[in-house]
């Protein structure tokens, strides 16, 4: 039997929780909305969306601050967190779902390159964001990052995770500290070049999905045996970690 689309999980997730959810779009145009309410009954959950195209609609209908914008630009953690707070608390929901980024195919820069996607989740006491850069025409990236953030919403909301009015208690991933060396992007972001784990070095030969977390910067990168790590910059102590379990095989590399 096929899975159920995305929308029609994430919906029935809300439902049996009774949690309402509310959402702020930017490159994706009103196709997360779409989705959802494709869905029948989705009214019962989805308070919905704002389509926050421009810089004026982003101020002005999400309480974006102008200082974020210039300073971090819409295609930005900070910024999307912002979307995604103000999406649930003009509309009183408990999730607030929001995604900026660029779509293409012109709008791309060296440091915020055609496909690079921002999405945002807020609760009532926590937020967290993920980035992406997704392969194809605009209407791929579109489809990539509207499905994406539905996927988000719905692994946060899984049973046993929780939804509270302070922010959930994260469990720490067991991890190895390494030895690394990076590249600095002009995102200020550190691409590793190569890290050293109990001795034996690992050249870097790709890389994967991006994400920030509470304990770091996060990414997947690839070596030259197709064998895939999940490495974490730490921000507090400057150093780099190897997140375990180790992920195998190329599946594993794509976002």
């Known amino acids: 039997m096929p899975e159920k689309p995305v ?9 049996a929780r ?64 912002e979307m995604a707070n ?4 003009r509309l009183n929901a408990d999730l607030g779902l929001a995604v900026s980024g ?17 999405i945002g989740l807020s609760t009532n006491g926590e937020e ?7 392969p ?25 995770s929780g939804i509270k009015t302070e922010a959930r208690k994260k469990v720490k991933p067991t991890r190895d500290a390494v030895e690394a060396e990076a590249r600095l992007e002009r995102d200020g972001r550190l691409i590793p070049q ?13 890389y994967g999905r991006r994400w920030d977390a509470e304990d770091g910067q996060h990414m997947l990168v690839m070596d030259h045996k197709a064998q895939v790590y999940e490495l974490v910059f730490s921000p507090a102590d400057q150093s780099w970690y190897l997140n375990k379990p180790i992920k195998t095989g190329k599946r594993a590399f794509s976002s």
């Open 136 to 160: 194809g025409e605009r209407g791929q990236v579109k489809e990539q990052a509207a499905n994406t953030a539905l996927q988000l919403a719905l692994e946060y909301l899984e049973p046993g």
């Open 86 to 89: 103000g999406a649930r608390e």
């Open 128 to 134: 967290q964001a993920w980035t992406f850069v997704f």
């Open 194 to 206: 190569w890290f050293n784990r109990n001795g034996t070095t690992y050249m870097v030969a790709s």
């Open 18 to 81: 009774g949690l309402k959810l509310a959402t702020a779009e930017s490159c994706t145009g009103g196709l997360i909305g779409h989705k959802i309410t494709s869905v029948p009954g989705s009214s019962e959950y989805y308070l919905g969306g704002v389509v926050s195209y421009a810089y004026e609609a982003k101020v002005e209908l999400l309480g974006v601050h102008w200082k974020t914008l210039r300073a971090h630009g819409a295609v930005s953690r900070e910024t999307v967190l």
């Open 102 to 118: 660029i779509a293409g195919p012109g709008g791309g820069m060296p440091n915020k390159p055609v496909g690079l996607t921002w």
């Open 7 to 15: 929308e029609v999980r994430l919906g029935e997730l809300l439902r």
